[in-house]
């Protein structure tokens, strides 16, 4: 049973560039949340896509975006790189949205914007 | 604001220490606690969780931690640490309601280096 998958696994972009990241959750799993993580951070919140549609959405500009396809498996689109949204990009799956539901995280994916 | 506060940034401890991590929380309405552990190299886990009941969990590989409400307070701890133990902590939380589950908020994460 695959876990959380992502890709690519690294990634160099440049300033003012746009770039796709994908997630393919866990199996049995239909929710997908997004998460950036900081070098030395905690993970921060960007939204969560249930049913094909964004459902929460943390306090990240609108240059973030993404979707969720009908396999579950979803996409984060960021526009106009700034050089601070280097970071490592989380992919997390569940099943349904209660929060008591665990969510299960990916290796992620490493963004560098020089 | 809501937030998650986690006490030590480094924590280095000699084999079969005691080990306890401090988490604080500032965030209204009934909330879910979480601790993950990141491995180096490895992806966030689940140590344990917790939801309701016993505020006593306990999580894999001997963790366990106390819920304490009127501290607002979710520490981590381990009797015995070993080297494996050697990871960043993380303690997170989020909203009990409906539907309103999938915004985990995180602390900034606590690095425990286990000596042999």
């Known amino acids: 049973d695959a876990g959380v998958t992502q890709s690519p696994t690294h990634l160099i972009k440049t300033r003012g560039q746009q770039v796709t990241l994908r997630c393919s959750p866990k199996?049995?799993?239909?929710?997908v949340s997004w998460y950036q993580q900081a070098l030395g951070q905690g993970p921060q919140f960007i939204f969560q896509?249930?049913?094909?549609?964004?459902?929460q959405r943390g306090n990240f500009p609108d240059r973030f975006s993404g979707h969720q396809f009908p396999n579950y498996s979803s996409e984060l689109n960021v526009n106009a790189l700034l050089l601070g949204d280097s970071a490592l990009y989380l992919c997390a799956s569940r099943f349904g949205t209660s929060g008591t539901d665990t969510q299960y995280f990916g290796p992620g994916t490493r963004l560098t914007v020089l | 604001a809501q937030s998650v506060s986690q006490h030590n940034h480094h924590v280095i401890l000699s084999e079969a220490a005691s080990l306890e991590l401090g988490c604080n929380y500032s965030y209204g309405g009934t909330v879910n606690l979480f601790w993950y552990v990141q491995y180096p190299g490895q992806h966030l886990q689940l140590l344990l969780k917790?939801?309701?009941?016993?505020?006593l969990v306990k999580g894999i590989k001997g963790f366990e931690a106390e819920f304490i409400k009127s501290k607002f307070s979710f520490n981590l701890r381990k009797p015995s640490v070993q080297w494996s133990d050697t990871a960043e902590y993380f303690c997170a939380v989020n909203h009990r309601l409906y539907n309103q589950g999938g915004k985990l908020i995180f602390g900034q994460g606590t690095e425990l280096s286990v000596k042999p």
């Open positions: 917790y939801f309701s009941g016993d505020p």
């Open positions: 199996s049995g799993h239909d929710t």
């Open positions: 896509y249930y049913e094909e549609e964004e459902r």
